[in-house]
């Protein structure tokens, strides 16, 4: 397939990319570098530097595109507490962008990345797709909002859509992984204080409802992810607008992640108790039955000690290319 791939130089969206790329088929990146690293840009994908807003409707009516993949977005919970005015503009600005330029070149199939924040803090666990969504900050609200958008869009306009409601992504593959100029999740930063570039982790709240008092996340393999993209892309019909939740279905919580770090890497890793930070719910466990189900998929990777394993594998990789550059400066 000929694909367009927006903020493929990002996390998810570059190792996306090398997936598709490693199955065959054809990608084009559109990344403005905002969060994103040209040194991710995957081998053998053709890159298109600018927003989405000022490239989608170039690139696909340059060619005739199969279909898109629509990653490019802010993300980041405390962030979008602090500057929502970025995050509607943005998000959901940029998507109607792209929708318009599908719409006009009469590319059908679109997957997006939608996310676990769209639900709020869930009466139940795990959470499935036909609970209701009432997100808990503004990242969350404008990922509804363009679930929204995307269904309309379907409708009207003949589109085939799927939207991947992620949990908490991690993990790394193909030499690609986290890699943000500010980082705040939690698995990269817990690492980066056992690669002793920060002196300690901050734990954000040890009063929540849960065994521990830490907030409990689902953890779901980067390449496990990726791979639903593609079974997404190849089963979506004109019209149809899905929705799939995607993580590994178990729930660990801040502290348990902290220990199966120091588990991993052999070392230890000084934590300390902090306030909880705004916009966060206290836990998330996906239900991906109907992934599992209807697109086939099947996670390979779900054990937190592997995910973590393979970011620790990615994040010493990483520091150690900063140490050497930094070597060569001086
Ligand atoms: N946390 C800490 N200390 C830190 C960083 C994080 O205690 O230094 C805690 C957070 O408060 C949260 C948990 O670790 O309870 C996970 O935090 P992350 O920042 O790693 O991830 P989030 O759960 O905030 O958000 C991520 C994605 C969102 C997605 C969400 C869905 O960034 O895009 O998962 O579960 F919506």
Redesign the pocket.
């Known amino acids: 397939m000929k694909l367009l791939v927006t903020g493929g130089a990002g996390y998810v969206g570059s190792v996306c990319s090398a997936v598709l790329l490693d199955q065959g088929h054809d990608v084009t990146i559109i990344d403005n570098f905002s969060t994103g690293n040209a040194e991710a840009v995957p081998e053998g994908a053709t890159l298109v530097e600018g927003t989405v807003e000022g490239k989608a409707f170039e690139v696909l009516s340059s060619d005739s595109f199969d279909g898109v993949i629509h990653f490019a977005a802010m ?3 405390g962030e979008s507490v602090e500057k929502p005015a970025e995050y509607w503009r943005n998000n959901v600005g940029q998507t109607l962008n792209l929708l318009d330029a599908m719409r006009d070149t009469e590319t059908r199939n679109l997957v997006f990345s939608s ?3 769209t639900y709020g803090e869930p009466e139940k666990t795990p959470i499935t797709e036909d609970m209701p969504t009432s997100p808990t900050n503004p ?2 609200a404008t990922k509804l909002a363009m679930d929204y958008a995307i269904s309309s869009y379907a409708k009207a306009y003949n589109i085939g859509a799927t939207s991947l409601r ?3 992504v991690a993990g790394a593959w193909g030499g690609l992984g986290e890699n943000r100029e500010v980082e ?4 990269p ?1 817990v690492l980066q204080v056992a690669l002793g570039h920060r002196e300690k ?5 040890d009063d929540w409802p849960t065994p521990d008092g830490t ?1 409990v ?1 689902d953890y779901i393999h980067v390449k496990d992810l990726a791979d639903a993209h593609l079974l997404a892309l190849e089963s979506n019909k004109p019209g149809q607008h899905r929705i799939f939740n995607l993580g590994s279905g178990d729930g660990f919580s ?1 502290r348990q992640v902290i220990d199966t770090c120091r588990k991993v890497t052999g070392l230890n890793i000084p934590a300390e108790d902090a306030p909880r ?1 705004a916009g ?1 719910p206290a836990t ?1 466990i996906a239900s991906s039955a109907r992934a599992m189900q209807e697109l086939g998929w099947q996670p390979q990777l779900t054990d937190l000690e592997t995910i973590v394993a393979d970011a620790w594998e990615y994040t010493r990789a990483l520091g150690s290319r900063a140490h050497s550059a930094r070597r060569k400066i001086n």
């Open positions: 993300s980041l919970v996310s676990a924040a990242y969350g992620y949990f908490n705040t999740h939690l698995i930063l982790i901050m734990v954000f709240g907030a996340r801040v930070r966060d998330l």
